[in-house]
């Protein structure tokens, strides 16, 4: 049950980055469209940058072939973007 809800955040908050874009997506409203508390959020991941790093390689992990050499260098890759965006 709780990696359900832990995939059911990412994916809310994934549908929430892509519509509002970073900026514009908030914690509230990602809690209340994940019907989770705020609470929860940070508990989980700590911080916006860290819930949208974590979002971010949950969709690309959903639209790689798992056994490709390739992800893991792509998921670094998105993962150093996303902790040097979040310093600038």
Known sequence: M???LGEHI???ALDQFIAHGVEGA???DIAAAANVSKRTLYSRY???TQLLI???EHGTQRHLNPH???KS???LSGSQYFRYK???
Do not use: F
């Open 10 to 12: 990412l994916q809310v």
């Open 46 to 48: 700590g911080s916006k």
């Open 26 to 28: 908030n914690m509230d």
């Open 2 to 4: 709780a990696a359900q």
């Open 73 to 75: 260098l792509i998921l």
């Open 54 to 56: 974590a979002s971010a």
């Open 68 to 70: 490709s050499p390739s």
């Open 86 to 88: 979040s310093w600038c």
